[in-house]
Structures are given as C-alpha cells and as structure tokens.
C-alpha cells in the first residue's frame, strides 16, 4: 500500500500479546535455562565428587559409580532441555 506524498513515515505498533502466547520469547528461556543447566551441572559434580570419596576403595565400585553418575545427569535435565525448546 502506498502512502501518499510528502507523509511522514509512522512504525507500526508492535503487536499485543494475545491470551494464549508464551511470556518469555524463546531467547529468554534458552538464556535462563542455559544458566540453570550450569548451575545444576556444577553442584551435581560437587555433590557425585563428595559421595564419591566416601566410597569404598576398589576400583569396581568406583567404576560403576562414576559411569552411572555420569551418564544420570542427563535424566534431570530432560525437562529444562524440553522447557527451553519449546515455541521454537
């Protein structure tokens, strides 16, 4: 549509949020929750590394604790991962 001759431009004006769209824009969430998933990954290392001194010393049990704890982060951390994703 074209506007007339010598008229100022005006910007539209940003568009409302309706009843059913999300608060935080998908940048947000991912911020806040990569801040979040740091948080967690760094007391989860501090709480498996003190448990893991408090452990009997052979080499078997240390082997099976550290691969499960290794590999139980990611089960906590599924539904922040699925929360930041969301409204792509």
Not at 30 to 48: D, N, P, S, T
């Amino acid at each position: 549509m074209a506007r007339p001759a010598g008229a100022a431009y005006k910007a539209p004006a940003p568009a409302r949020r309706g009843a059913g769209e999300p608060v935080l824009t998908a940048r947000v969430r991912k911020l806040v929750g990569m801040i979040g998933l740091l948080v967690f990954i760094v007391l989860y290392v501090g709480a498996m590394a003190r448990i893991g001194e408090a452990l009997p010393d052979h080499w078997a049990v240390r082997l099976a604790f550290y691969a499960l704890a290794g590999v139980g982060w990611g089960v906590p951390v599924l539904p922040l991962i699925s929360w930041m994703n969301r409204g792509r």
